[in-house]
């Protein structure tokens, strides 16, 4: 910033402490003692293996944030400074000072919503990979045409991400639908774009076997569910009861006389997973089990959640299978999202997989929803 020289000269005083700071100083001072020591600690050569990459690790994900902090210090402090210089005898250096201190207002807000957003809880479960999950709903086969239509959306959006896609099973209609298809979706942030996902997609269009030109409504379920290690859910062999038999989707001739199909039931919480895209029972196995684990865990914080959101004003969705979020209209060429009131007249492209726009504004409802809490 120009004349900080000139400004030493005219004011002497200390900064004041800002109200943001007042609210929120003991977080702010924690942050900053944290990040002081991951730097210290890498600085000095004493980490090593995996304590070097976990600290460097917060290091990273800190860095923006202290920087942050320390702008919005540099920026109340400058202001102070600034307020001092505009009110001297000096026209043209009170000019200058109004100009700057104009835009350090304009800079400030925008500082301070991103140190918030930093210190608000972090959802454990947002760099996670997920388990995505789509289900034809009511409409017959233009319900599993549409899923069919989903599940390759989603596909293509998770290639624009550069993250790994991978198909475990799929129940065919025989006319290009989908009764029901699941994925494992990998790569960085992939649960924090795709969490709002789940829920009721509606469609209306025409379908290709309505002579008379006739609007149809059909339906899909989405889920999305973040994937779980072992050591996030112990299973117990003793809980499971593990049935094989013969897979009746398509795969060719050995998957279909062989009984290589799996279905594994959780038996204290009854839920219940299937597999059968690999012609090996042990590969059907390990699938089902990572269905599995990611069902236990997301039931898991379905129940924190559902206790958090009862002392919470508003949130984006409510995590229902069941809640219909989102309406694709064909014929008006829109896609409507339901709990943020967003529409895009640019079905086309949405569902080539350009989802971004309609992801980026999900989060940051969720995230004013967040700050609304705290302010």
Known sequence: MAYTHARRRIWTGFPPVSDFETRFGDPLA???????????GLASGALNGDAFVKASQEYAELEPVAAAITEMRRAHADMAELEAMAAGDDEEMRDLAADELAEAKRRLPELERRILLALLPKDEADERNAILEVRAGTGGDEAALFAAE????????????????ETMDVSETGIGGYKEASATITGRSVFRRLKFESGVHRVQRVPATETQGRIHTSAATVAVLPEAEEVDIHIDERDLRIDVFRSSGPGGQSVNTTDSAVRITHL?????????????????????????RAKIYDAQRQALDSARAADRKGQVGTGDRSERIRTYNFPQGRVTDHRIGLTLHKIDR??????????????????????????
């Open 30 to 40: 924690k942050v900053m003692r944290h990040f002081d020591e991951l730097r210290d």
């Open 150 to 165: 989903l599940f390759e959306m989603y596909k293509r959006y998770a290639a624009a991400q550069g993250w790994r896609f």
């Open 268 to 292: 204290p919480t009854g839920i219940v997973v299937s597999q059968q895209d690999e012609k090996s029972q042990h590969k059907n196995k390990a699938k089902a089990l990572k269905v599995l």
């Open 350 to 375: 949405v569902m080539m997989g350009e989802m971004g726009e309609i992801f980026d504004a999900l989060i940051s409802e969720d995230e004013a929803q967040r700050l609304a809490q705290e302010v």
